[in-house]
């Protein structure tokens, strides 16, 4: 799909436009009032437990400056580790740390940081520099995630996600997001990194994009991408559907990561989610979210509704 052409075509070939998805979806099907529980991912988190979903292991919160003076404390108890803010959005302030031994900590590219970064860092996240709206947070600390060995060399110095759309509780689009160099091992697409479309029924690859044209190859590792296969997909798309009675809302972006251990986790969800996934995939959402719009709304359980889209979304 050639995406520099006019808005009239792009709505011909059934691509969803920013103030669509603005009034018509996100306005439309979620209640403003919902969107803290997903705005701050502690309390996604806590949602998600509640749920019986599997979310990487907190470690600790910060919620004060006066606690970081004491944060070595829950770091000595970790060989590695993650620190993110709440309330933040599109992987900024997230700090990744693979090893440690107390005096110096590794991020993923081995720079080293001392004690006194670490806390600086966290200041800067309760100060709220990486918020929504510069707003103060909380600096989160969770495990490190060990990603699934399918995804080796497939991402550059950071963990690969899987972003799925549901609407009305259906999955009706999916992508995995591959950190690059150039989006500085966040799996950030308008930053650099890869987008790969998913097929939504099959969980394969079928279309790949770095900075909105296509690619075939994974810049950094030279990993066909094509070869992506995501397994237990069924169970990732039960875990998104099922964050359609968990949250409420009805329009909603979910993050997915694989554990090598732990198998498929829930990262965070989004009440604004993005179209660039429209790009990875190469096609646009407005067919699949008028099927949906179509049904006649009898009440359907998360099995039924991915039994649907297995069906129905070829």
């Not at 437990?49 to 599997?54: E, H, I, K, P, W």
């Not at 918020?131 to 990603?147: N, R, T």
């Amino acid at each position: 799909m050639n995406w520099l052409i006019s808005p009239r075509k792009l709505k011909k070939l059934g691509v969803l436009g920013m103030n669509l998805r603005n009034i018509g979806y996100v306005a439309g099907h979620n209640d403003r009032s919902l969107f803290p529980l997903v705005d701050d991912k502690l309390k996604t988190k806590e949602l998600a437990l509640a749920a019986g979903l599997t979310v990487p292991n907190l470690v600790g919160v910060i919620r004060y400056q006066h606690e970081i003076r004491h944060i070595d404390h829950l770091l000595h108890t970790k060989a590695a580790f993650c620190i993110k803010p709440s309330k933040g959005s599109g992987g900024k302030g997230i700090l990744v740390i693979h090893d440690h031994d107390d005096q110096q900590y590794f991020k993923p590219n081995n720079q080293a940081l001392s004690l006194t970064d670490i806390k600086r860092h966290t200041s800067n996240i309760l100060a709220g520099l990486f918020s929504l709206g510069g707003q103060p947070d909380k600096a989160i600390i969770e495990d490190l995630i060990h990603f699934d060995d399918h995804f080796i060399n497939y991402s550059f110095e950071g963990v690969p996600d899987i972003r799925i759309i549901v609407f009305k509780g259906f999955p009706v689009m999916a992508m995995m997001r591959l950190s690059t160099a150039d989006s500085d091992g966040k799996a950030n697409l308008h930053q650099g990194a890869v987008g790969v479309g998913i097929d939504i029924t099959r969980g394969v690859a079928s279309h790949a994009v770095q900075f909105d044209r296509p690619i075939e190859h994974h810049p950094d590792t030279g990993m066909p991408l094509a070869d992506i296969r995501i397994p237990e997909w069924r169970k990732l798309l039960l875990m998104a559907a099922h964050c359609y009675e968990m949250s409420g809302l009805g329009y909603l972006g979910v993050d997915i990561v694989l554990d090598a251990r732990k198998g498929p986790m829930l990262l965070e969800l989004n009440a604004r989610p993005g179209l660039a996934i429209q790009i990875a995939n190469g096609q646009g959402l407005m067919e699949r979210l008028r099927m949906i719009e179509d049904l006649d709304g009898s009440p359907m359980h998360s099995d039924e509704r991915v039994a649907y889209v297995e069906q129905y979304f070829n």
